[in-house]
């Protein structure tokens, strides 16, 4: 099954880089029966925006899973990410405390 990847983050996150094929909360709210019987999984940050969501999205009796960790997990593990132009390195932080993703990957905020 392919699983689909839920970025609930803000807009102004994702512009910086999101993983390949993600979409965004609203465009999965909008379209959920589209997405029946797949597995879904939440991100943010950090997890915990993504695990929220996935709180309320059991809520109405759908269920997503919530990547614990997030993006910054996924940076340790090496995982690729995206912009508008293609592969990048950078990742949107909420500032120099959580500057915690791989040495590999440059933060902003």
Known sequence: EEVVLVDVRTREEREVSTIAGAITAEDFQAELNRFEGRPIVAFCTVGERSARFAQEMAEEGVVVLNFEGSLLAWTHDGGDLVDARGSTRTLHVFG??????????EVVW
Do not use: C, I, K, V
Request: without cysteine; glycine residues 10%.
């Open 96 to 105: 120099p405390t959580w500057d915690l993703a791989a040495g590999s990957y």
